[in-house]
């Protein structure tokens, strides 16, 4: 599934998630982004590797869009649809955007924000909402130039809250 050409001949499409070449994809894109200092700077871990495809598959409000320049995978974008209470309508949360460092400043990231866009105006949904850290700079020029900003609820803003959970065995 096209989504359309970006600058550059960059092409973005919907991931396959049972296509092989789009599960390597999905894995080696997120692999690099976690092994970049401003994922973490290390890989995925092999169990996560393992079972990353499949639990996206089975999670019932996945998006991924993957960006390509011809046959090559170059970025990600990975989404979870969620709902808005304060506007009952449906809302898209890109839970992670990323490009290859050899890629970055050519206009991928903007392309992958513009088809998650189109995707979500065709659910109905109300907004786009996505976390960045404060530090990583690039990536929040990027969301400023396409338009994201500072949720904010009665003149405070928001932030993001995370408790971990030990795996259930």
Same mark, same amino acid.
């Not at 070449?21 to 894995?27: D, T």
């Not at 449906?90 to 490009?99: I, R, S, T, Y």
């Given at each position: 599934?096209? %989504?359309?050409?970006?600058?550059?001949?960059?092409? #973005?499409?919907?991931?396959?998630?049972?296509?092989? @070449?789009?599960? /390597?994809?999905?894995?080696?894109?997120?692999? =690099?982004?976690? %092994?970049?200092?401003?994922?973490?700077?290390?890989?995925?871990?092999?169990? @996560?590797?393992? &079972?990353?495809?499949?639990?996206?598959?089975?999670?019932?409000?996945?998006?991924?869009?993957?960006? *390509?320049?011809?046959? /090559?995978?170059?970025?990600? =974008? @990975?989404? *979870?649809?969620?709902?808005?209470? *304060?506007?009952?309508?449906?809302?898209?949360?890109?839970?992670?955007? $990323?490009?290859?460092?050899?890629?970055?400043?050519?206009?991928?990231?903007? =392309?992958?924000?513009?088809?998650?866009?189109?995707? $979500? &105006?065709?659910?109905?949904?109300?907004?786009?909402? +996505?976390? #960045?850290?404060?530090?990583?700079? &690039?990536? /929040?020029?990027?969301?400023?130039?396409?338009?994201?900003?500072? *949720?904010? #609820?009665?003149?405070?803003?928001?932030?993001? +809250?995370?408790?971990?959970? =030990?795996?259930?065995?």
């Amino acid at each position: 599934m096209t %989504s359309g050409e970006a600058p550059g001949g960059i092409e #973005v499409r919907a991931a396959d998630l049972e296509d092989p @070449v789009h599960a /390597r994809a999905i894995v080696d894109l997120l692999d =690099a982004y976690a %092994s970049d200092p401003i994922g973490g700077g290390r890989p995925l871990a092999p169990e @996560v590797q393992a &079972r990353l495809v499949s639990g996206l598959r089975e999670h019932p409000t996945t998006l991924v869009l993957l960006a *390509f320049d011809g046959e /090559r995978p170059i970025g990600i =974008a @990975v989404c *979870f649809l969620g709902f808005s209470t *304060f506007q009952a309508r449906p809302l898209l949360n890109v839970h992670d955007l $990323a490009v290859l460092p050899g890629w970055r400043g050519r206009g991928v990231g903007q =392309a992958l924000l513009a088809a998650v866009e189109e995707r $979500a &105006r065709a659910r109905g949904c109300g907004k786009l909402t +996505l976390e #960045v850290q404060d530090e990583n700079t &690039r990536a /929040r020029r990027v969301y400023d130039r396409f338009g994201f900003v500072d *949720f904010t #609820v009665a003149g405070s803003a928001t932030r993001f +809250l995370t408790k971990p959970l =030990a795996p259930v065995d």
